[in-house]
């Protein structure tokens, strides 16, 4: 099976402007995850989806970044107005809808976005 | 709230040495533990968990709950394990499994 896809792969933007990462999910996979690593920091969990619908957003660091998954399939995440604090790598994970027992997340390359 | 600590940024070992990867965790619920590994140029990956009580690639962590540790071992380290470990947990049951705490990861280095 395909994995999940991240794009781009690397970004650098700077300071004020937008960008959008985008996730596309395993085939069939409701559950899709975001979550980001920035610099000298431990992984970090920012949202999740089940199909279109946020199931929990409480990670989200503040109102400039705004996550969307159209129709249940892939998922965007926009950075408006990216801050020099966004830096870091954001990844993306999926897994089917029960996610129990047999079913570890499966994770994305990753985009890097660097922020000038 | 919940906590995954992991005390080891770099750990070096030669080769055929045990190795052992530390995690202790904080959670007041009953958690469900992972490692997850990225080899370089690799996507992050399950490598185990603690619920399959399994051994992957050499590798075991068991649960200590009274010392709320989730050690990763392997008694002969391979050059092929250099890579970076996290230790991970996951509040059990409900709708968050997916939701994973980090440990900030320990970069393994297996020397020839």
């Known amino acids: 099976e395909a994995g999940v896809t991240q794009f781009p792969s690397h970004s650098v933007i700077e300071k004020g402007q937008t960008v959008t990462l985008r996730c596309d999910p395993i085939?069939?996979?409701?559950?899709l995850y975001w979550y980001r690593r920035v610099m000298g920091k431990e992984i970090k969990f920012l949202l999740h989806?089940?199909?279109?619908?946020?199931?929990?957003e409480s990670g989200m660091p503040n109102n400039r970044f705004l996550a969307e998954r159209t129709g249940g399939t892939y998922s965007t995440l926009k950075v408006q107005p990216a801050e020099l604090e966004d830096s870091g790598v954001y990844f993306c994970a999926s897994s089917p809808r029960r996610n129990r027992g047999n079913s570890p997340l499966h994770f994305g390359n990753g985009t890097r976005l660097t922020v000038t | 709230a919940q906590r995954v600590t992991q005390p080891e940024k770099l750990l070096s070992v030669f080769k055929g040495a045990p190795v052992e990867l530390k995690c202790n965790y904080s959670y007041s619920g009953s958690p469900e533990l992972f490692w997850y590994v990225q080899y370089s140029r690799q996507r992050l990956q399950l490598l185990l968990r603690?619920?399959s009580r399994e051994s992957i690639k050499g590798f075991t962590a068991d649960l200590n709950k009274g010392e709320t540790s989730f050690h990763l071992k392997k008694p002969f380290a391979q050059e092929e394990d250099s890579a970076m470990y996290y230790c991970?947990?996951?509040?059990?049951?409900?709708?968050?499994?997916?939701?994973?705490?980090f440990g900030q990861g320990t970069i393994l280095t297996v020397h020839p």
């Open positions: 991970a947990l996951s509040s059990a049951g409900g709708t968050s499994y997916g939701k994973l705490t």
């Open positions: 603690h619920i």
């Open positions: 085939s069939g996979h409701d559950n």
């Open positions: 989806f089940v199909k279109e619908s946020k199931q929990d």
